[in-house]
């Protein structure tokens, strides 16, 4: 049974900071590309950050000098720091795993997802 576990969330004011963390259970962490996906009230879901298996990563444009994910193959987890958070920046982080995806930042590529972990930011 595969299981996305995410952690990290909560309130914080504009310019601070949080690391969200996400543990996959029931595959073979180190063979999945991992991504951090995000929707706020009334929006779409959006890429937010990916890595491949290889290391390789991928940000989109808003967060790319702010938010930084890696992962610990070790811990079967994968993180995204985010620094000097905004307001538009609030919504429900979702983990996303999937083995070997074509396009890293579309969200249907993607088989395994966690419950989602809230992240307000207060201006």
């Known amino acids: 049974q595969v299981q996305l576990v995410e952690s990290g969330g909560g309130l914080v004011q504009a310019a601070g900071s949080l690391r969200l963390s996400c543990v996959l259970s029931?595959?073979?962490?180190?063979?999945?590309?991992m991504a951090w996906f995000r929707q706020a009230p009334g929006k779409e879901r959006d890429f937010v950050a990916a890595i491949r298996e290889t290391g390789n990563t991928y940000y989109r444009d808003s967060v790319k000098d702010r938010f930084t994910i890696s992962r610990d193959n070790a811990k079967n987890t994968v993180y995204l720091q985010m620094n000097s958070l905004k307001p538009e920046d609030t919504a429900v982080y979702y983990c996303a795993a999937d083995y070997l995806p074509l396009r890293v930042m579309d969200g249907d590529e993607y088989d395994y997802w966690g419950q989602g972990t809230q992240v307000t930011v207060s201006s």
């Open positions: 029931g595959r073979t962490f180190r063979t999945y590309t």
